[in-house]
């Protein structure tokens, strides 16, 4: 089975491509615009690039608030989303009217970050901290505009709750995040295993 078109050309009701790439971690985005207004939604094309220094993308389907507030204001924030917050990271989603707060919308505390403005998810066992480096609108293999901006933004501060400190290192685990598997699927984290890279030569 092979296809070229989204799948179309093979009948699939949906494109695959979601579902092939994945799981995706999910960046719960909190930007705020000059006015200070706050908006938090949730984008699955999120990852970590960079280590040293730390630095981490997310990439918009059209272009929407969060993009706009970050191009105005230059900072963001991602919070981590556990299986517990799950239902609330989804009411984010909704496509509400302007002016309207997700994360009232969705039954969210928020807090306040150490160094950018916009705040994090309060209930989030882990949030970063992060200033704009570039926004770019991606194109296709011919050269055209497509309607995606890409974000790229470093981290300056984290924040880690205590409790999910275990022996100097970050208990993935028992923070418990979700990922997006394509469609409306998702999968959840609470077990690990460790594979031990191999010896250079």
């Not at 009948?11 to 909190?30: L, M």
């Not at 296709?140 to 981290?155: A, E, F, K, S, T």
């Amino acid at each position: 089975m092979y296809y070229t078109d989204h799948g179309r050309d093979l009948d699939f009701r949906h494109d695959p491509f979601k579902a092939i790439v994945t799981p995706r971690p999910i960046g719960w985005i909190s930007a705020v615009n000059a006015k200070g207004e706050v908006n938090l939604s949730p984008y699955s094309f999120f990852n970590a690039i960079s280590s040293r220094p730390n630095i981490v993308m997310f990439s918009s389907e059209n272009k929407k608030d969060a993009v706009a507030f970050i191009e105005e204001t230059g900072e963001f924030t991602c919070s981590l989303v556990s299986k517990a917050l799950d239902q609330q990271m989804n009411l984010t989603s909704a496509p509400l009217p302007r002016g309207e707060s997700e994360y009232v919308h969705a039954g969210l505390e928020m807090a306040p970050s150490r160094i950018v403005k916009p705040p994090r998810v309060a209930a989030s066992p882990a949030a970063l901290e992060c200033k704009l480096l570039s926004i770019q609108q991606l194109k296709d293999i011919d050269g055209n505009d497509v309607p995606r901006w890409m974000v790229l933004g470093q981290v300056v501060a984290a924040y880690v709750g205590e409790a999910f400190v275990h022996d100097g290192r970050f208990d993935t685990a028992k923070a418990n995040p979700i990922a997006r598997c394509g469609y409306s699927d998702y999968a959840e984290v609470s077990e690990l295993f460790s594979i031990t890279r191999p010896a250079g030569g």
